[in-house]
């Protein structure tokens, strides 16, 4: 019996991630249409009306088959510095209306927006998951 590759990195229909996550585009600018059905990437609407164009990754199929399935992926520590502060300022105009006493990062890929996203909301400090224990 032949082992069954459920990683998702070979399968077929799906860009490299190098170009992704390192500009937001206008709808003028997008290469598809941003309703659905989406064929290799997801544009993602930021509240600004610019689009952050999402690779979709295949989901692995238990048989081997072609994937029916995608997500749409976003890896913070791979993004442009200007695509993860465009970022952490919509975080953080969010979450400006809302009561809260920290602002915490869980790792890896929260503390790339949690520093930006306390600045943004005059906060001079910010807690990484990892510095607090509960009892």
């Known amino acids: 019996m032949s082992e069954i590759n459920l990683s998702g990195q070979d399968l077929p229909g799906f860009d490299a991630t190098t170009d992704y996550w390192q500009a937001t585009v206008t709808e003028a600018e997008l290469n598809q249409s941003p309703l659905p059905p989406y064929a290799k990437n997801y544009p993602a ?19 081997g088959s ?13 993004a442009s510095i200007e695509v993860v502060e465009q970022l952490a300022l919509h975080m953080a105009q969010a979450a400006g209306a809302h009561d809260f006493d920290a602002v915490i990062g869980l790792p890896t890929l929260g503390l ?16 990484g998951v990892s510095s607090f224990s509960v009892q």
Not at 48 to 63: E, I, K, N, S
Not at 112 to 122: E, Q, T
């Open 112 to 127: 790339a927006f949690a520093p930006l996203v306390a600045r943004h909301l005059g906060r001079s400090r910010y807690v």
């Open 45 to 63: 609407r930021l509240p600004d009306g610019r689009y952050l164009l999402l690779p979709l990754r295949g989901m692995p199929t238990a048989d």
């Open 66 to 78: 072609a994937p029916d399935r995608c997500v749409a992926s976003l890896i913070a520590n791979q």
